[in-house]
């Protein structure tokens, strides 16, 4: 084991630059920089350069000139175009610098592993900063600009009673996410059946972890300390099932679901920072443990994906130096929150339908959210019992209120659409847009609690001055037990099943995307991300999904032996086939529905194709069932 105490994992946020010289001299070992930008589609850069050139040039790297990239190596859709592609790199000196140790390859002469410090840094094309993390550290400025004039207008505000808002000087966007993630053997087959069952039977959830990989949860956690993250739990999630061991005690199978979650940051581009080193240590510690891990939402089908709940919260630094959380109410016995609170939550609701499409860009993250996987579906919220004491747990909203009224400052919104590839540093942004938008006419409406709260508990039908008069906004029940599909749609409005049918909301909310689009966030950046993610909608689509489909129709064969059968296996075998034949082979009288889909495709026909990849996932589940049935009888 590599001796881990005196290497360098952080220079701190606003380091001088010869505090800077003067560490890294002093580990020789970090022999690279590495610039990390982060592109529309969530990417970070990653390059080697030699220390001696950032030593050497160290202004450079600052004020951008040292090194640049173009449009063919970040996702910037629409912007850094072919002939117009230069894409300049300044480093953040805001942020903390992470070094990222390569436990593979040792220095010679120190015998310390060799170190990359990754920078963060900002993309700028045609002098303009369009990266991810830009416009997240730009909606933040904007935001205090906003909210100090909106407070010193308005000064008294509804459940604030005992603040003076003209007296608040600054503003902290508080945020922290959860990371989710599956881990396993390599090479091996999952069981779904077993998987599915376990998570029924909640086997797995929050149960002890064994061999590897509590080794590799214990090294991530440690390593997560060393980096400044302060994690604060490791454990098991849902969905897993059991390792199997071998003769002499050594796991052989293992398929788990864990979460890791560390301290939230006052930074929101921290946190997004943040998250980006958590899943690289995570993925590093289990890996040098011999298992693979996965982020993505939805890695197998039937069984539990993985989220990443995202937690987002206001406070304000008054002229005293005090601090409050701007959502707590008064009196947090009496009322759920404060007028900030309910108008942040409202405008997060409101805007949803806009917002969803940058939260769930890809098919993967929409496959993850479906009624029954405690994954949300509907645009509902949760506040708590029928008094404010009562917190509340349910888990199939999509947007909750966590409070407690003995640690008052870390009341916040608890959003639960996000998954590990969800592009964080923009879903916070678009969060507090919509979350200033709310509060916004909470204020400047002088609204009461008791009316926000009445406005956000509307039945559909109600009149409303800011929310939808025929939606309903608000649950306390679970919503998948206690309301069908059809009245979940009524209520809370329908969920897009693909991702064209959910960047359509960007056309068909015309005035939300007004709402939201600001000089910080410009809607060509907003027409950049969409653009991006539906042409890579389109190549998966085709390339990926529809291929791996056919895969799996080809594989479905008979099994059943011409006088070893039964008339119930040779009929289940002709529903079967006839069903493989719709997906997957063209006759003389019709096309199969995956080369419909490539003829959509290449027309650019894309409500078509959208259809079509419904109606594909509908007959592929529906094949899956069955054959499973057959293939589990004919033997």
Known sequence: MVEMEDLLYVIPANSSKEEIVRLLQAHPEIKFVSLVGIDLAGNDTDEKIPMRIFLKDMDD?????????????????????????????????????????NLEHFDEETGKPIGT??????????GKRVDSRAIL????????????????????????????????VDFQFTSA???EFWVKTPLEETNVEELSASQVMQEQYWQRTHGVVRTALEQAVERLEKYGLEPEMGHKEVGGIKAHIDDSGKLIFVLEQLEVDWKFSSDPVQTADN??????????????????????????????????????????VLKNGGYINLFNPDDMQKEFLSAVGYGSIMGILKHYEVINPFISATTDSLNRLKPGFEAPVCIVAALGGETPDVPTRNRSILAGLIRNAASPKATRIEMRAPNPFTNTYIALALFYLAALDGIRYALTGGKTTAELLAELSKNVGDD?????????????????????????????????ATVWENFKALTLYPEKIDALACPVFERRVMESFKQGALMRWALELQYRIVPDNLERVINAKALHIDG?????????????????TELGRDTDKSLSVFTQIKHALAAKDYDKASELQVLMSRKMNELNDLYYEYSHNAF
């Open 177 to 179: 996410t959860e990371l």
């Open 464 to 496: 409303a001055d800011y929310l939808e008069k025929n939606r309903a906004y608000r649950s306390e029940v679970d919503v998948f037990e206690n309301f069908t599909e059809e009245e979940r749609n009524v209520m809370f409005g329908k969920a897009p």
């Open 117 to 126: 410090l990754r920078i963060p840094s900002f993309l700028i094309h045609d």
């Open 564 to 580: 070893d059968t039964n008339p119930l296996e040779i009929e289940r075998w002709k529903v079967i086939n006839a069903l493989r």
């Open 61 to 101: 790297f600052y004020n951008g000139t040292a090194v640049q990239t173009d449009g063919s190596s970040v996702v910037l859709t629409g912007i850094a175009i072919l002939n117009n592609a230069k894409v300049d790199m300044p480093i953040d000196p805001e942020a903390n610098w992470f070094i990222d140790y």
């Open 275 to 316: 998250e980006i080193q958590a899943r690289i240590i995570i993925r590093e510690a289990f890996r040098e443990n011999g298992l693979d891990v996965t982020f993505q939402a939805k890695p197998i089908h039937g069984v539990a994906g993985s989220g990443e709940h995202t937690h987002i919260g206001i406070g304000a």
């Open 137 to 168: 550290k730009d909606t933040l400025v904007y935001l205090k600009k906003e909210l100090l004039q909106m407070f010193k207008e308005h000064p008294h505000v509804s459940g604030l009673e005992h603040i003076d808002g003209s007296k608040i």
